[in-house]
């Protein structure tokens, strides 16, 4: 099993920066992929990015490309998303994920992670 806490929401002005964190424990050893999801007010969960545990390969939504960068540091079992150039659209809670099977691809389907952390409120204000 894999456990995932999740920190660094807030509130930040529109054109700010939020760094989110996300800490894994438990099997970490057996996670292939984590991803950043989030669900806006009203909306479906969507993805946001994704990071290969071993080989770092990284994917991300077209809404995001260029201002969100997505991390991990393998020796601390930690994701990281750095949201830069915030926009009001961006407000949504923010969730991450973990993979323990190998699927490929972008992973950026809901059903390819196994465990989800509690979601962490990013708001933008305009």
């Known amino acids: 099993q894999v456990q995932l806490v999740e920190s660094g929401g807030g509130l930040v002005q529109a054109g700010g920066s939020l760094r989110l964190s996300c800490a894994a424990s438990?099997?970490?050893?057996?996670?292939?992929?984590m991803g950043w999801f989030r669900q806006a007010p009203g909306k479906e969960r969507e993805f946001v990015a994704s990071?290969?545990?071993?080989?770092?390969?990284?994917y991300y939504a077209d809404s995001v490309k260029g201002r969100f960068t997505i991390s991990r540091d393998n020796a601390k079992n930690t994701l990281y998303l750095q949201m830069n150039s915030l926009k009001p659209e961006d407000t949504a809670v923010y969730y991450c994920?973990?993979?323990?099977?190998?699927?490929?691809?972008?992973?950026?389907?809901?059903?390819?992670?196994?465990?989800w952390g509690q979601g962490t409120q990013v708001t933008v204000s305009s």
């Open positions: 990071i290969t545990w071993s080989g770092g390969s990284t």
């Open positions: 438990g099997r970490t050893f057996s996670m292939y992929a």
């Open positions: 994920a973990a993979a323990a099977n190998w699927y490929g691809g972008t992973w950026k389907r809901e059903y390819q992670y196994d465990y």
